[in-house]
């Protein structure tokens, strides 16, 4: 039998849905007897529901045309000592990713 | 919302200016405050930010969609922020977590709980408690969060990115990225709930 301080410790992988079918289950059942626990899991979503919206909503200020002008040109002109730079930073194919 | 994406994406594989416009407003900010948590230099960190929508304007045409755009980018600036420090000698281990959460101190020596956690009611985005949204606090929280709590954060909430491509791309162990990111989250939790404690 789980004590609370297990579930709790248990919770971030429960929301991420990475616990294991059995531990899963063992969290799911203590979280139907315990207010406690169903308390604190029902904190920890709302904390992860509002990090990603918080995160989301943060846009940035209209950029200057300046700053958007000075990136279009370095991106058009693959001579320029800056652009070479961020060539030679990129390592790896960022798109070559195990996914899809 | 993945349509409206894929027609800006598309606009900007053509160099439509007012596209890159957008896409930029869209991610600027989150770019900064992940190049900020791990260069930790305001004036790197820009340049970073800078150089990524270079290579995401000259790079363009080999995105093909397997990740989400989000997560190419947040790739590309990782790349180009850890090729900056090593370069500079700075790479240091993305390891340090910030105190422990305080998680185990709220529990009886049977392992229950001490004090029972509040519910909370009304928890959502638009609330206002101290003059300000949730989400203004939340974002303020994230701000003083370590920086590498706050990096595994953001990656994960926004990135789209999986546990082992974000452990790869800031070398860290599984176990570790683990760690920070519960604590990242405990902070965020305790700080709310004592915001919304002392309103109720």
């Known amino acids: ?100 | 919302v993945l349509e409206e994406q894929e027609a800006l994406i598309d606009r900007l594989r053509k160099q439509d200016e007012q596209a890159f416009a957008e896409v930029y407003k869209i991610y600027s900010s989150s770019l900064l405050r992940l190049s900020m948590s791990i260069v930790r230099n305001k004036s790197t960190a820009e340049d970073l930010v800078q150089e990524t929508w270079v290579s995401v304007l000259r790079s363009i045409d080999r995105f093909e969609g397997r990740s989400s755009f989000r997560a190419w980018i947040f790739t590309i600036l990782v790349n180009k922020a850890r090729t900056r420090l090593r370069r500079d000698n700075r790479l240091v281990a993305f390891d340090e977590g910030g105190p422990d959460s305080g998680l185990d101190a709220g529990f009886d020596g049977r392992g229950k709980w001490a004090q029972m956690p509040a519910l909370w009611d009304n928890v959502t985005a638009e609330r206002i408690v101290e003059g300000r949204s949730l989400l203004a606090h939340v974002n303020a929280i994230i701000d003083e969060l370590p920086p590498a709590q706050r990096a595994v954060l953001i990656m994960r909430s926004q990135g789209d990115l999986e546990p082992g491509e974000i452990c790869a791309l800031l070398d860290l162990s599984d176990g570790n990225m683990r760690v920070l990111l519960h604590r990242a989250r405990q902070s965020v939790r305790l700080a709310l709930d004592q915001l919304l404690a002392e309103k109720s």
């Open chain 1, 1 to 100: 039998m789980l004590s609370c301080r297990d579930v709790a410790r248990r919770a971030d992988a429960l929301l991420d849905a990475e616990l294991p079918m059995w531990e899963r289950i063992q969290v799911r059942l203590h979280l139907m007897m315990c207010r406690g626990c169903a308390a604190f899991v029902g904190q920890m979503r709302a904390t992860r529901r509002l990090t990603a919206q918080a995160l989301d909503a943060q846009s940035a200020p209209p950029a200057q045309p300046e700053t958007l002008g000075r990136i279009l040109e370095l991106a058009r002109h693959p001579d320029s000592e800056d652009a070479a730079g961020c060539d030679a930073s990129m390592g790896r194919d960022p798109d070559a990713k195990p996914k899809d």
